[in-house]
Antibody, heavy 113, light 112 residues
Framework: QLQLQESGPGLVKPSETLSLTCTVS??????????WGWIRQPPGKGLEWIGS???????YYNPSLKSRVTISVDTSKNQFSLKLSSVTAADTAVYYC?????WGQGTLVTVSS | DIVMTQTPLSSPVTLGQPASISCRSS???????????LSWLQQRPGQPPRLLIYKISNRFSGVPDRFSGSGAGTDFTLKISRVEAEDVGVYYC?????????FGGGTKVEIK
C-alpha cells in the first residue's frame, strides 16, 4: 500500500522559508500518471490546497500562494518537496502531502520567533 | 476559482440513523474528458483526511458500503445509511476538475 510521510522543521521564524519533504513508499512516484500535492490545514480550520506536481515536473499552484511557493520532485529519491517563502504566523498549519487517494499523516509547522 | 459550499455545518445524528451532507459547486464540475472529479473525504478527530468517494459515487478501497455518493453538475450528496460511532468526524467535498483544487468548508458529524 502506498504511504506518504512528511518531514521537516516544526518551527520556522517569520520571514524565513518553510521547507518540507514528502517521502513516498510502496510505489514509485514516477510510475504512474498522478499528481502529487501539498495541502495545509490551520489549527481548527478547513483544508487549503497549496499546489501539485506531476512526476514529469509540471506544477500547478494556488494563485493565493503562487508568488511564495515552489514544489519540486526528486524521482531518484521518490520524494517531492515544498518551499514556502516569507512565512508569517498565518502560515502556521498542519501540512499534508497527498496523492489524490492517499494522504500522509501531516506535520505541524509553527511560524514563530 | 470554483467555490464549494457544504451544508449543514454540523449534523448531530443518532447511532444507526442516516446522515446526509450536501455540496454545491459554483460552476459545473464536468471535466472536458467527461468525468466529474468530485470527491468526499473523511477526517476523524486527530487524523489526516481519508478518501471515501471519488468521481461522485465510487467508493475507495476499504470504504464501507454504508457510504454512498450521488449527484451531477453542481449538486452532490454524501449519504451514510446507518451512522456508526467510528463515523464521527468532519467530512469535506473536494473538486479536482479545475486548478486550483478547492474544498468545501466541512460538515461535522457527531452523535446525539
Amino acid at each position: 500500500q502506498l504511504q506518504l510521510q512528511e518531514s521537516g522543521p516544526g518551527l520556522v521564524k517569520p520571514s524565513e522559508t518553510l521547507s518540507l519533504t514528502c517521502t513516498v513508499s510502496g510505489g514509485s512516484i514516477s510510475s504512474s500518471s498522478y499528481y502529487w500535492g501539498w495541502i495545509r490545514q490551520p489549527p481548527g480550520k478547513g483544508l487549503e490546497w497549496i499546489g501539485s506536481i506531476y512526476y514529469s515536473g509540471s506544477t500547478y499552484y494556488n494563485p493565493s500562494l503562487k508568488s511564495r511557493v515552489t514544489i519540486s520532485v526528486d524521482t531518484s529519491k521518490n520524494q517531492f518537496s515544498l518551499k514556502l517563502s516569507s512565512v508569517t504566523a498565518a502560515d502556521t498549519a498542519v501540512y499534508y502531502c497527498a496523492r489524490k487517494d492517499y494522504w500522509g499523516q501531516g506535520t505541524l509547522v509553527t511560524v514563530s520567533s | 476559482d470554483i467555490v464549494m459550499t457544504q451544508t449543514p455545518l454540523s449534523s448531530p445524528v443518532t447511532l444507526g440513523q442516516p446522515a446526509s451532507i450536501s455540496c454545491r459547486s459554483s460552476q459545473s464540475l464536468v471535466h472536458s474528458d467527461g468525468n466529474t472529479y468530485l470527491s468526499w473525504l473523511q477526517q476523524r478527530p486527530g487524523q489526516p483526511p481519508r478518501l471515501l468517494i471519488y468521481k461522485i459515487s465510487n467508493r475507495f478501497s476499504g470504504v464501507p458500503d454504508r457510504f454512498s455518493g450521488s449527484g451531477a453538475g453542481t449538486d452532490f450528496t454524501l449519504k451514510i445509511s446507518r451512522v456508526e460511532a467510528e463515523d464521527v468526524g468532519v467530512y469535506y467535498c473536494m473538486q479536482a476538475t479545475q486548478f486550483p483544487l478547492t474544498f468545501g468548508g466541512g460538515t461535522k458529524v457527531e452523535i446525539k
